[in-house]
Structure formats: structure tokens, C-alpha cells
């Protein structure tokens, strides 16, 4: 049965449209299982009822106009219990209700499988059999198998049949779900766009001339770099320092070790070029893929889009010019930077991809531009939608294609809201993050590379709050040494001075391992990582930390963090080796000074050693994604459990008040660096808890200082108070809603105001 299995899921997943799915469903089914009828009921949720929508084995004509009112009959006791119903005879269940116009009346065993995505049931997979039959384990377990399975497709191949004929006047006006990147309202028309080259399609094949062949990659190599220098240059007036680093880290995989002599190896054991890159691309993205890092883990996509890039240039191939519109909303499965880059900013009106998170450079590079976007928009059949006018809002990760009259009108008062929204945010510019009752929260950003470029905007940030240090590493084939980290770390040291810079320590293994340092575990969150790798091998510890004090010789700008620390013996260990580096680089002449060092506070048993950690270090930073992922038992990129992922559950609350607790008894300041820092949500609560500085992406320093300049800290602390007394996430994201929406400020974080 598998094998029938996945043969009916392929089916459907090529069918046009929901009808053909059906279709394909009912007949195949039937088939498999050898029953007299299959038929399909879908749950229309809008008019309340379940609706006949295919069936092989009772009458066609049935089809369309049989519908139940959910709830009723046996459909509705499956749909109400969502799961499997298993009848002998189903005449004699008291919920049963025979439907003569059917033909129903002359069978007796009965299968009903509910169709579920996301926790709805869509509708009932539904097995019919003249005589009495009670249907075999295997055979439920069959049926419920394909149900999961085709509920997805059921849900794509409905959108698709949608969009094939859109619109009547008296369809309800859908949206495609999606996860927001980028807030904002854009409305314009689609644009599709797709990797100009398959490298998965490249074969094997022996080179005729090994040393051709490595000139051809080189020359393709450099000829990526000078795309990617003329399109930093086109974005540059629109992005911040932080932003334009994605071309940095760009350049810093393109040129890296990895990439070049693991392709220039593979073409003289053999393979020819494109061969190669194949491989050595492949290889290079599966160590991102496999980190549960998400800004980490994105790259893996960029990784790919280089590797696409290079092999255009070695098949001589010239994308054809777009045409863009004036309102062009760039639409595909995997959007590359450069593809965005090459729209004219003032022609570029959203950003829709079926993949990929706010965490990928897409939706980075979206937020710097002040781009709405929506990642993961899985639902969207992307070849169909070509030309269609579509509307992108950012704030709620929705999609709509061919939005009727009403859905357009509202839109296009949002965007005019969003529009003034955007200029009183404007105005801050130069402002300080102070309450209205003169308190100041320094805001400060968190980056992983700092580009050369200094355009305006870098001005915003108190300084750095997090400073990544691990993707210079993972591109390379081996350990920097102290001098290359060194001069990495001076750049950004001197770009932000005196302002301070928080460096956090070499933060890999288990979800993130180097390619020249492997590491295989079975529950890489629980693994070894972060300060755990660095102790066990003191000579990388070390030697990232002569490099990083070296840089900040006449600076005196720099705060080391310590990452994923569970025991105070791990601060004892690490300050030894931090003390001992100093004085050796005293020793050999070196003007080093004692730099402030903190903890990063991410595992529940640091959380509960708060204030044994604050004895020994000289602040305390709080990565709230991690925290959360850990306190709730949740993998927030998993999708069958990441709507249980919420920074707003109590036990998150609490965490971070015993923490504050800990700090204060020895008088040490408390910053928070993970999304939750730049979420305006939630700055009612870190200011109510008396938080010291919030760190955050570029793109969200605005609307939390709006938030900071529009609140006392005495209202946030009524705020929090009754905050702590909610029992659940939902009730106190409602209350800090109301608590936006009463100075204003709903507008930042959903459309409208």
C-alpha cells in the first residue's frame, strides 16, 4: 500500500486544480482500498456546512449539491471528533442520516477519515462498501495516512482552481498565509522571477583540459563579485551599515576557501567544472541546512544563489532584462538579493517568496529597504500568478491575488495610514530613546558583518548589542588565525567608536558545525556548543580572544559575551582564560585593557543562577529566542509545533523577572538581544521589568523608540502588572494590543491605526 500511497500523493500534487484532486482522490482510493464508493466532503466553515464536492460510486449529479449542515450526520461526527470513524453498518448509528439523492441508502460499511492541516479539519475522506464490512487496520491506517497527506495538496490545488478563476463577485476574498517579514502594506502586480540557472541538473563529466576548466570556475568567480559590487552600489542610498553587510557576507562566501579550492579540488580529481561547483555547493549548503541557528540556517538559500550565479556565468548565459512595472510585487519559490537589487527601488512594492523566513536576507534586505514582505507563503501557486494585481501585507504575513473591490479600497487606506506612519517614524531620526517621564533605554544593534560603507542610519544605534562572530568561520576550510579575526573585529570596533561593542564568542557546534570541524549528535540543542566547544579546546578560545582584545587597543569600546552558559564553573574557566590572554598580550608589548564581561542568559539553568552569574561577570544579556525555545520545549522552525513558540507565554514573563531579580542584588545592568527587544509589543513589559538596553535589527529601532518616546515607565509597570496576571500568551498579547492601540500606536504592528 506505500507504494499506492505515494503514487496517489504525486497525483495529486501535478493536478491543475482542487476538482481534478478530488478527482484523482475518489477513483484512486477506491481503487486501492476495494471498496464500491469514495467520496470527498469539504467543510465550507463561511455557510456552515459540509459540501459533496467528488465521489466515485454514488450518483455525480449529487456532486455540488449535496450539503449537510456541519455537524450533522456521520461527516459531521468525523469532522467534530477529527478522527477515524469504523462502521459495520452505518444505518444503524444514531447519527447516521441517509441522503437519498445520493444513492447512499443501498450501502452499509462505512470509513470516514477527517482531512486535517494545521489543526482544522478541511473535510472527510469518506469509504462506502454494499455489504457489511468493518475496514482493516491496515486499511484505516492507509486511508488516514493519505489523508494527512493530501491535505496540503487539497489546499494548494483550491488556491490554484481560485486563482484559475477569479473573481465572482459573491466569492469571499481569501488570502494565502504566510510569515510576516517585513511590515508594511504594498499593492501592485506580480512579477515571477526563478533561478536563472539548475545546478541540480548539472551531470558528471570528465574535463577534457583540468587547467581550462579552473580558469573558466575563476573566471566566473569574479565575474559574481562584479555583480555583487554593482548591485551593493545600486542599493547602498537604501540601506544601512548593517544592511549593506549582507553583500559583505555575500563576498565573504564567494571568495571563501570552502567554495573555491573545494571546486578547483573536485575539478582535478576529476569532474568538470559545473560538476564541481555542484558538488562543492551541495556540501557547502547541507552544513547550513542542518543549523538550528535561523539567521544560520538561512544561508544555506545564499549558498545556493551563488553557486546558481556562478554556473550562469560558466554556461555563458545572459539573464533577459525584466520589465518591471511600476508597483512590482516580486514574487517566487527562492528570491535571490541580487534578483531584488535589480528592481529600481522606486518600482519595487513588496516581496512574496513560498519560502524562506524573516531571518533569510530576503527578509532582511526587505526590512532595510522598507519593502513589505511575506516569506513562506506556501499555499501560492507561483507559475499561475504572473501579471495579477496582488496585495502583500508585511505586518501579518497574508497574500491576497486578485483582490476584489473591498479587499483593495481597505488596502489602499491602510497603505495611506501606513504612509504617515512612516514619516512620524521618520522624525525620530536623531531622537534619544527616552520616556515621557525621562528614562532612558539605550537601543543598540545586533550584526553579524559590518560593511565598509558608512551611509546614514548607523547614527540610530547606541552601538552594537550582539556582534556574531561564527560566519567568518564557517566559510573557511580552516580556523582564522588570530591576525585575520583580529582585523575583522578592529573594523567594526572602529566604526562604532566610542560607542560600545559587544562581541559575543565563537558560538558553534551541534546545530552549527564548521566544515573542517565536524560534529554529528543526535540532539544538537542539548549538544555541544557555545562555551562547551571553546573550554574543551581552550587554543580557539584563546586565540579568538588575543584577536579581539588586540583590536580594541586604543578603542576601549569592547564587551566580550559569553554564549550558551549553563554553570557558573563556566565562567570561573572561561574569565581564567579571558585573565590569561590579557596578560600574555601584556607580556609580548601589547597595550590590551580588561574588557567588561557578560553572560548570555539563553538556557533555563542560567536563569535560575542568575544571580550567582551576575557575582562574577559585569552584565547579563538575554537571548530571548533561545530562552523561549528552551522554557517551552518548542523548535520554533518546526511547523508542527512552532505556534507553540510564543515570548509572551507567563513562564517566559517570570524567567525574565527572576533574572532582573538576580542582576539587581549585585547592582549589574540586564540587556535583551533577542526579536523580542524589537518587538514594540513588547516593550511595555522589558520597560516595565526595568531592563537596561534592548539590542535589535535595523529595521525595527524606529518603532521601538516610537513606542519608548509615547509611554512613562510608571504606565509600563501598570502594564506589567497585569501582564504577570494572565495565565496564558493569548491574554497577554490582547492586553498589550489594547495597551498600543490606547497611545496610538496599533499601526506598528498591524495595518491601520
Same mark, same amino acid.
Given at each position: 500500500?506505500?507504494?499506492?500511497?505515494?503514487?496517489?500523493?504525486?497525483?495529486?500534487?501535478?493536478?491543475?486544480?482542487?476538482?481534478?484532486?478530488?478527482?484523482?482522490?475518489?477513483?484512486?482510493?477506491?481503487?486501492?482500498?476495494?471498496?464500491?464508493?469514495?467520496?470527498?466532503?469539504?467543510?465550507?466553515?463561511?455557510?456552515?456546512?459540509?459540501?459533496?464536492?467528488?465521489?466515485?460510486?454514488?450518483?455525480?449529479?449529487?456532486?455540488?449539491?449535496?450539503?449537510?449542515?456541519?455537524?450533522?450526520?456521520?461527516?459531521?461526527?468525523?469532522?467534530?471528533?477529527?478522527?477515524?470513524?469504523?462502521?459495520?453498518?452505518?444505518?444503524?448509528?444514531?447519527?447516521?442520516?441517509?441522503?437519498?439523492?445520493?444513492?447512499?441508502?443501498?450501502?452499509?460499511?462505512?470509513?470516514?477519515?477527517?482531512?486535517?492541516?494545521?489543526?482544522?479539519?478541511?473535510?472527510?475522506?469518506?469509504?462506502?462498501?454494499?455489504?457489511?464490512?468493518?475496514?482493516?487496520?491496515?486499511?484505516?491506517?492507509?486511508?488516514?495516512?493519505?489523508?494527512?497527506?493530501?491535505?496540503?495538496?487539497?489546499?494548494?490545488?483550491?488556491?490554484?482552481?481560485?486563482?484559475?478563476?477569479?473573481?465572482?463577485?459573491?466569492?469571499?476574498?481569501?488570502?494565502?498565509?504566510?510569515?510576516?517579514?517585513?511590515?508594511?502594506?504594498?499593492?501592485?502586480?506580480?512579477?515571477?522571477?526563478?533561478?536563472?540557472?539548475?545546478?541540480?541538473?548539472?551531470?558528471?563529466?570528465?574535463?577534457?583540459?583540468?587547467?581550462?576548466?579552473?580558469?573558466?570556475?575563476?573566471?566566473?568567480?569574479?565575474?559574481?563579485?562584479?555583480?555583487?559590487?554593482?548591485?551593493?552600489?545600486?542599493?547602498?542610498?537604501?540601506?544601512?551599515?548593517?544592511?549593506?553587510?549582507?553583500?559583505?557576507?555575500?563576498?565573504?562566501?564567494?571568495?571563501?576557501?570552502?567554495?573555491?579550492?573545494?571546486?578547483?579540488?573536485?575539478?582535478?580529481?576529476?569532474?568538470?567544472?559545473?560538476?564541481?561547483?555542484?558538488?562543492?555547493?551541495?556540501?557547502?549548503?547541507?552544513?547550513?541546512?542542518?543549523?538550528?541557528?535561523?539567521?544560520?540556517?538561512?544561508?544555506?538559500?545564499?549558498?545556493?544563489?551563488?553557486?546558481?550565479?556562478?554556473?550562469?556565468?560558466? =554556461?555563458?548565459?545572459?539573464?533577459?532584462?525584466?520589465?518591471?512595472?511600476? =508597483?512590482?510585487?516580486?514574487?517566487?519559490?527562492?528570491?535571490?538579493?541580487?534578483?531584488?537589487?535589480?528592481?529600481?527601488?522606486?518600482?519595487?512594492?513588496?516581496?512574496?517568496?513560498?519560502?524562506?523566513?524573516?531571518?533569510?536576507?530576503?527578509?532582511?534586505?526587505?526590512?532595510?529597504?522598507?519593502?513589505?514582505?511575506?516569506?513562506?507563503?506556501?499555499?501560492?501557486?507561483?507559475?499561475?500568478?504572473?501579471?495579477?494585481?496582488?496585495?502583500?501585507?508585511?505586518?501579518?504575513?497574508?497574500?491576497?491575488?486578485?483582490?476584489?473591490?473591498?479587499?483593495?479600497?481597505?488596502?489602499?487606506?491602510?497603505?495611506?495610514?501606513?504612509?504617515?506612519?512612516?514619516?512620524?517614524?521618520?522624525?525620530?531620526?536623531?531622537?534619544?530613546?527616552?520616556?515621557?517621564?525621562?528614562?532612558?533605554?539605550?537601543?543598540?544593534?545586533?550584526?553579524?558583518?559590518?560593511?565598509?560603507?558608512?551611509?546614514?542610519?548607523?547614527?540610530?544605534?547606541?552601538?552594537?548589542?550582539?556582534?556574531?562572530?561564527?560566519?567568518?568561520?564557517?566559510?573557511?576550510?580552516?580556523?582564522?588565525?588570530?591576525?585575520?579575526?583580529?582585523?575583522?573585529?578592529?573594523?567594526?570596533?572602529?566604526?562604532?567608536?566610542?560607542?560600545?561593542?559587544?562581541?559575543?564568542?565563537?558560538?558553534?557546534?551541534?546545530?552549527?558545525?564548521?566544515?573542517?570541524?565536524?560534529?554529528?549528535?543526535?540532539?544538537?540543542?542539548?549538544?555541544?556548543?557555545?562555551?562547551?566547544?571553546?573550554?574543551?579546546?581552550?587554543?580557539?578560545?584563546?586565540?579568538?580572544?588575543?584577536?579581539?582584545?588586540?583590536?580594541?587597543?586604543?578603542?576601549?569600546?569592547?564587551?566580550?559575551?559569553?554564549?550558551?552558559?549553563?554553570?557558573?564553573?563556566?565562567?570561573?574557566?572561561?574569565?581564567?582564560?579571558?585573565?590569561?590572554?590579557?596578560?600574555?598580550?601584556?607580556?609580548?608589548?601589547?597595550?590590551?585593557?580588561?574588557?567588561?564581561?557578560?553572560?548570555?542568559?539563553?538556557?533555563?539553568?542560567?536563569?535560575?543562577?542568575?544571580?550567582?552569574?551576575?557575582?562574577?561577570?559585569?552584565?547579563?544579556?538575554?537571548?530571548?529566542?533561545?530562552?523561549? =525555545?528552551?522554557?517551552?520545549?518548542?523548535?520554533?522552525?518546526?511547523?508542527?509545533?512552532?505556534?507553540?513558540?510564543?515570548?509572551?507565554?507567563?513562564?517566559?514573563?517570570?524567567?525574565?523577572?527572576?533574572?532582573?531579580?538576580?542582576?539587581?542584588?549585585?547592582?549589574?545592568?540586564?540587556?535583551?538581544?533577542?526579536?523580542?527587544?524589537?518587538?514594540?509589543?513588547?516593550?511595555?513589559?522589558?520597560?516595565?521589568?526595568?531592563?537596561?538596553?534592548?539590542?535589535?535589527?535595523?529595521?525595527?529601532?524606529?518603532?521601538?523608540?516610537?513606542?519608548?518616546?509615547?509611554?512613562?515607565?510608571?504606565?509600563?509597570?501598570?502594564?506589567?502588572?497585569?501582564?504577570?496576571?494572565?495565565?496564558?500568551?493569548?491574554?497577554?498579547?490582547?492586553?498589550?494590543?489594547?495597551?498600543?492601540?490606547?497611545?496610538?500606536?496599533?499601526?506598528?504592528?498591524?495595518?491601520?491605526?
Amino acid at each position: 500500500m506505500l507504494e499506492s500511497l505515494r503514487r496517489i500523493v504525486q497525483e495529486v500534487n501535478n493536478a491543475r486544480d482542487l476538482e481534478e484532486a478530488l478527482t484523482i482522490i475518489v477513483r484512486r482510493v477506491k481503487g486501492a482500498v476495494g471498496a464500491d464508493v469514495c467520496s470527498v466532503y469539504l467543510n465550507d466553515y463561511d455557510n456552515h456546512r459540509h459540501v459533496l464536492h467528488a465521489t466515485d460510486g454514488l450518483r455525480k449529479d449529487a456532486v455540488g449539491r449535496v450539503r449537510l449542515e456541519l455537524g450533522r450526520g456521520l461527516i459531521g461526527l468525523v469532522s467534530e471528533r477529527a478522527e477515524p470513524i469504523n462502521l459495520d453498518d452505518a444505518a444503524n448509528h444514531p447519527r447516521y442520516e441517509c441522503i437519498i439523492d445520493t444513492g447512499e441508502e443501498r450501502y452499509h460499511g462505512f470509513l470516514g477519515a477527517p482531512i486535517i492541516q494545521n489543526r482544522k479539519v478541511l473535510g472527510v475522506l469518506v469509504l462506502r462498501q454494499r455489504e457489511q464490512r468493518h475496514f482493516g487496520e491496515d486499511e484505516v491506517t492507509f486511508v488516514m495516512t493519505l489523508a494527512s497527506q493530501l491535505a496540503g495538496a487539497i489546499t494548494f490545488a483550491r488556491t490554484s482552481g481560485e486563482l484559475a478563476r477569479l473573481q465572482d463577485e459573491g466569492i469571499p476574498q481569501r488570502f494565502l498565509p504566510g510569515l510576516a517579514a517585513s511590515p508594511g502594506i504594498g499593492i501592485g502586480v506580480a512579477v515571477v522571477v526563478y533561478p536563472p540557472a539548475d545546478l541540480d541538473a548539472v551531470p558528471d563529466r570528465r574535463p577534457e583540459d583540468p587547467a581550462a576548466e579552473s580558469e573558466d570556475f575563476r573566471r566566473a568567480v569574479r565575474n559574481v563579485a562584479d555583480d555583487l559590487d554593482r548591485f551593493a552600489s545600486r542599493t547602498q542610498v537604501h540601506l544601512s551599515t548593517e544592511d549593506m553587510a549582507l553583500f559583505d557576507a555575500w563576498r565573504l562566501m564567494l571568495e571563501s576557501d570552502t567554495l573555491i579550492d573545494g571546486t578547483l579540488s573536485r575539478i582535478r580529481d576529476g569532474n568538470w567544472a559545473p560538476g564541481a561547483l555542484r558538488e562543492t555547493i551541495t556540501e557547502h549548503a547541507r552544513v547550513f541546512d542542518n543549523m538550528d541557528d535561523t539567521y544560520l540556517r538561512e544561508r544555506a538559500s545564499d549558498v545556493r544563489d551563488l553557486g546558481r550565479c556562478i554556473l550562469m556565468h560558466l =554556461q555563458n548565459q545572459v539573464a533577459a532584462p525584466i520589465q518591471y512595472p511600476a =508597483q512590482a510585487i516580486l514574487v517566487g519559490e527562492e528570491i535571490s538579493a541580487m534578483q531584488i537589487a535589480d528592481v529600481p527601488r522606486e518600482k519595487l512594492a513588496g516581496i512574496v517568496s513560498t519560502t524562506g523566513s524573516g531571518s533569510s536576507h530576503v527578509g532582511i534586505l526587505a526590512r532595510g529597504m522598507g519593502v513589505p514582505a511575506a516569506m513562506g507563503v506556501s499555499d501560492l501557486p507561483v507559475g499561475r500568478v504572473e501579471g495579477r494585481e496582488m496585495v502583500v501585507d508585511g505586518y501579518r504575513g497574508r497574500v491576497y491575488v486578485s483582490p476584489g473591490p473591498a479587499v483593495r479600497l481597505e488596502y489602499q487606506r491602510l497603505a495611506a495610514d501606513d504612509a504617515a506612519l512612516t514619516n512620524e517614524l521618520q522624525a525620530l531620526r536623531h531622537l534619544p530613546a527616552e520616556t515621557t517621564d525621562g528614562y532612558l533605554i539605550p537601543l543598540y544593534l545586533n550584526t553579524g558583518l559590518v560593511s565598509e560603507n558608512r551611509p546614514l542610519g548607523i547614527e540610530e544605534s547606541a552601538g552594537v548589542g550582539l556582534y556574531r562572530t561564527e560566519l567568518p568561520f564557517i566559510v573557511r576550510d580552516s580556523f582564522p588565525g588570530e591576525a585575520a579575526q583580529m582585523a575583522n573585529y578592529r573594523h567594526v570596533l572602529e566604526l562604532f567608536a566610542p560607542r560600545p561593542v559587544t562581541i559575543r564568542t565563537l558560538d558553534i557546534g551541534g546545530d552549527k558545525p564548521l566544515p573542517y570541524f565536524p560534529m554529528h549528535e543526535a540532539n544538537p540543542f542539548l549538544g555541544w556548543r557555545g562555551i562547551r566547544i571553546t573550554l574543551d579546546h581552550p587554543e580557539i578560545f584563546i586565540t579568538q580572544v588575543r584577536a579581539v582584545l588586540r583590536a580594541a587597543i586604543g578603542l576601549d569600546n569592547l564587551q566580550l559575551l559569553l554564549p550558551m552558559v549553563s554553570t557558573v564553573t563556566e565562567v570561573d574557566d572561561a574569565l581564567l582564560l579571558i585573565r590569561r590572554a590579557h596578560d600574555e598580550l601584556l607580556e609580548e608589548g601589547y597595550q590590551v585593557r580588561m574588557p567588561p564581561v557578560g553572560v548570555m542568559i539563553e538556557v533555563p539553568a542560567a536563569v535560575y543562577q542568575a544571580e550567582a552569574l551576575a557575582r562574577r561577570v559585569d552584565f547579563l544579556s538575554v537571548g530571548t529566542n533561545d530562552l523561549t =525555545q528552551y522554557l517551552l520545549a518548542v523548535d520554533r522552525n518546526n511547523p508542527h509545533v512552532a505556534k507553540l513558540y510564543n515570548e509572551y507565554h507567563p513562564a517566559v514573563l517570570r524567567a525574565l523577572l527572576q533574572i532582573l531579580t538576580g542582576a539587581r542584588l549585585h547592582g549589574k545592568e540586564v540587556s535583551v538581544c533577542g526579536e523580542m527587544a524589537g518587538d514594540p509589543l513588547a516593550t511595555f513589559l522589558l520597560l516595565g521589568m526595568g531592563v537596561h538596553s534592548l539590542s535589535m535589527g535595523a529595521g525595527s529601532l524606529l518603532r521601538v523608540k516610537k513606542v519608548i518616546r509615547s509611554i512613562s515607565k510608571v504606565r509600563a509597570r501598570e502594564v506589567l502588572k497585569v501582564a504577570l496576571q494572565c495565565e496564558d500568551a493569548g491574554s497577554v498579547r490582547r492586553l498589550l494590543l489594547d495597551a498600543l492601540e490606547t497611545v496610538g500606536l496599533g499601526g506598528l504592528v498591524r495595518p491601520g491605526r
